[in-house]
């Protein structure tokens, strides 16, 4: 039922910017979104979260982009994205789009979708 897609990833030089967009179908402002990265043979991690509209709708940042990365999202659009400045090559990694049925992005793996992932890689 929940479908993500993700978009906007590519080869950039570091201290450029990009900017990712998940567009997301069967949700509603109830869910949590967020992105999240994998750097090879590691786990993912949460790079930032918006929570639920009924779950204040907080804002949370690792504190590895704090200050360069922006998330936002459109409840009426269905779009998430993801603001990249500054980018650093310790950014490069898969990006995945998070929708968790939880409104503090904090569900069951069965409550959580995930978009293909899109590969955003820095060069110096």
């Known amino acids: 039922q929940v479908h993500l897609v993700e978009s906007g990833g590519g080869s950039v030089q570091a201290g450029g910017s990009l900017s990712l967009s998940c567009a997301a179908s069967?949700?509603?402002?109830?869910?949590?979104l967020g992105w999240f990265r994998q750097f090879p043979g590691k786990e993912r991690e949460e790079v930032a979260l918006?929570?639920?509209?009924?779950?204040?709708?907080?804002?949370k940042y690792a504190d590895s982009v704090k200050g360069r990365f922006t998330i936002a999202r459109d409840n009426s659009k269905k779009t998430l994205t993801l603001q990249m400045n500054s980018l650093k090559v310790e950014d490069t990694a898969l990006y995945y789009c998070?929708?968790?049925?939880?409104?503090?992005?904090?569900?069951?793996?069965?409550?959580?979708?995930w978009g293909q992932g899109t590969q955003v890689t820095v060069s110096s």
């Open positions: 918006i929570h639920g509209a009924y779950s204040d709708g907080g804002i």
């Open positions: 069967g949700i509603d402002r109830s869910y949590c």
């Open positions: 998070l929708a968790d049925r939880h409104g503090l992005c904090e569900g069951k793996p069965w409550d959580q979708s």
